[in-house]
Nanobody
Framework: VQLVESGGGLVQPGGSLRLSCAAS????????MKWYRQTPGKERELVAA????????NYADSVKGRFTISRDNAENTVYLQMNSLKPEDTAVYYC??????????WGKGTLVTVSS
């Protein structure tokens, strides 16, 4: 099983990034997918989630209207489009696969730095 995040990097405030998470080794379309983020000394925070078929999404209040989660079940990939980035969005972003009664899977994370 693998979840591999990509797309992180350094961006100026107000800029955009698109994160990707490529999944393999499990039935991707049976899992809800989530993006979390974490900064040093803080707990991991849920940023966005999408249902297994993509019909339902939800977001943390701090990112509503700026971030969009989506998925492509044919490509076993989940995305996080991040617009109007703020310095407080700086964090390591993690991809998570979740299915009731099954174990969760986690990626290793990708660093997003928002700074001028």
């Amino acid at each position: 099983v693998q979840l591999v995040e990509s797309g992180g990097g350094l961006v100026q405030p107000g800029g955009s990034l698109r994160l990707s998470c490529a999944a393999s080794g499990f039935t991707f379309s049976s899992y809800a997918m989530k993006w979390y983020r974490q900064t040093p000394g803080k707990e991991r925070e849920l940023v966005a989630a999408i249902s297994n078929a993509g019909g339902s999404t939800n977001y943390a209040d701090s990112v509503k209207g700026r971030f969009t989660i989506s998925r492509d079940n044919a490509e076993n990939t989940v995305y996080l489009q991040m617009n109007s980035l703020k310095p407080e969005d700086t964090a390591v972003y993690y991809c998570n696969a979740k299915r009731e009664f099954f174990m969760d899977y986690w990626g290793k994370g990708t660093l997003v730095t928002v700074s001028s």
